[in-house]
């Protein structure tokens, strides 16, 4: 005979709550890859959505903990949709940089044949990167474009849209029952796209040594040399500039803000000096957060640059004005 369970014995512990990562699908997408690469993203809840700012708002929202989006490509450059919606949606912060090898194939309806496509359904970032193959290939096709390089062939598939034929990561055809038209189309074998974690506001994690620090800085209006003295304050600190863009503010012509990626992390004496002289001098500096670099290239400084000799100046400026005798 079985015994009841007895009344005293302890409750059962809660289960951790999971946690809710938003991402670009449909399931396939490069976004999906990348979210694959995040540890603690394991067995927790995926949300895909139909573009970058749904991904964002979604964390801003709090129906997710964290967003992947993807930020740079290494053909096509910055995905301005994401640079656009960092600097406009309030409480973000990055904490986490993957890299995804990206190439395409061509894929069209069951039945279809190359030479009979005439209109080509593609993200528009992944059409960028296929560009001379579809000029060589198709001289005649028109893009639509599409919301993800998965849903270009879903909505073809589901009728959605009118595509004869899709751009589409190599992986759909495992999912789908599709024609494969060409592989191999990207106009850059190693073509790679950078991917960022994003999540509320939160202290950035520790430095490693190999980190990253990302900002939005707005230049001061009527300000001849000003896109140089933003330069200088990474230069003269001894930083690395990995990224800078221009992206349009919007509000008139001719007024942009830049996009910047960093070497190294604010907890860094040089970046937290940098960071105070672009404070002074420009009207608006959105700080995205520092984070371990995704090839976790340790970047070395001459000395002038250290920690300790930026805080030795400073000690050494403290006794000037204490009147301490000099060492
Ligand atoms: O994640 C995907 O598959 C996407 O469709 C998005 C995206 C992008 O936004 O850059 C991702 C990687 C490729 O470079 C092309 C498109």
Redesign the pocket.
């Known amino acids: 005979m079985t015994s009841a369970p007895s009344s005293t014995a302890a409750p059962a512990a809660p289960l951790p709550s999971r946690r809710t990562y938003s991402y670009?699908g449909p399931a396939g997408?490069?976004?999906?890859a990348a979210l694959a690469q995040v540890p603690e993203a394991r067995d927790q809840i995926w949300r895909p959505v139909r573009n970058?700012a749904e991904a964002l708002a979604d964390v801003v929202d709090g129906r997710s903990d964290a967003a992947m989006i993807?930020i740079e490509?290494s053909v096509?450059g910055g995905?301005s949709t994401?640079q656009d919606a960092l600097a406009t949606m309030p409480g973000l912060r990055i904490v986490g940089e993957y890299l995804?090898r990206?190439n395409f194939v061509l894929v069209g309806r069951p039945g279809m044949r190359l030479e009979d496509v005439r209109l080509v359904a593609a993200?528009p970032?992944?059409y960028g990167?296929c560009l001379r193959w579809l000029s060589a290939t198709l001289p005649d096709h028109a893009h639509l474009p599409a919301s993800?390089?998965?849903a270009s062939a879903v909505d073809m598939i589901e009728g959605v849209s009118d595509a004869d034929a899709a751009i589409a990561?190599p992986g759909i055809l495992e999912h789908h029952d599709l024609e494969l038209l060409a592989e191999e189309i990207g106009d850059n074998a190693n073509?790679v796209?950078r991917f960022v974690l994003v999540s509320r506001t939160v202290s950035a994690p520790p430095p490693t040594g190999a980190d990253k620090t990302s900002l939005i800085v707005e230049l001061p209006e009527e300000y001849p040399g000003a896109l140089l003295e933003l330069l200088e304050q990474f230069a003269t600190r001894g930083i690395n500039l990995s990224l800078l863009a221009s992206r349009p503010i919007g509000d008139a012509l001719g007024r942009y803000r830049f996009v910047i990626d960093a070497d190294g992390h604010i907890q860094d004496e040089r970046m937290a000096d940098a960071l105070l002289g672009l404070r002074r001098f420009s009207p608006k500096v959105i700080y995205l957060g520092s984070y371990p670099r995704a090839d976790r290239a340790i970047v070395h400084y001459p000395d002038r640059y250290s920690d300790e000799v930026f805080v030795e100046a400073r000690d050494w400026l403290r006794g000037l004005i204490s009147g301490a005798p000099e060492a």
């Open positions: 670009l997408t490069f976004t999906e970058v993807a490509n096509d995905v994401a995804v990206v993200h970032v992944a990167q993800s390089n998965v990561p073509a796209t």
